[in-house]
């Protein structure tokens, strides 16, 4: 398994941090897989929950990097973001879809569903997977239960506007390991490709 990552691998830019976890290996208590899409937010950014500076809510948003962001979707999910660039900037990376690898049978049994393809492949569906709660808001990514392996090696990634905004919408910070079935949404036909 390659290198953990630590709390000063997180400190580049978002969309950077996005493409860089793009293959990377995320394990919550032993249960998870490799990072097949992600996306980018900044606090520059209008879609951003850290736009409007920090609250209550968003704290662990604004650092240190190396930490989990957890916030609830639509009331229902638990979604995981890993925060990045310097502390007090406010910016992270969602956690978008994962191949899994570990725990198949515990991710299954947590969803209630045995299509291997749908388990992770969603931000809300991954924190189901992995047991994602609140708790974990503002933790530290190389602590337990979180693990976090760089990728083993370079990838294709291919790049496209977010999902399920309606602000900067068109902003290209959506990432995805190119031909993963896995992701949450096929990318456009005409995607950009990078090797990352």
Partial sequence: ??????????????P??????????????????RIVETEAYDREDPASHSHSGPTPRNKAMFGPPGRAYVY?????HWCLNFVCREEGHGAGVLIRAIEPLEGIAVM???????DVRLLCSGPGRVGQALAIVHDYNGHRLDQKPFEVHAADRAYDI?????????KAADVPWRFGLAGSPFVSRRF??????IRA
């Fill in 16 to 33: 950077d941090m996005a493409r860089t976890l793009i293959g990377a290996v995320l394990l919550v208590d032993g249960v998870g897989g």
């Fill in 72 to 76: 609830r979707s639509y009331g229902i």
């Fill in 188 to 193: 456009p036909a005409k995607a950009d490709i």
């Fill in 108 to 114: 299954c049994e947590r969803r209630g569903m045995h």
């Fill in 158 to 166: 291919v790049v496209g506007p977010r999902i399920g905004i309606s």
């Fill in 1 to 14: 398994m390659p290198r953990r990552l630590k709390p000063a691998d997180f400190l580049g830019n978002a």
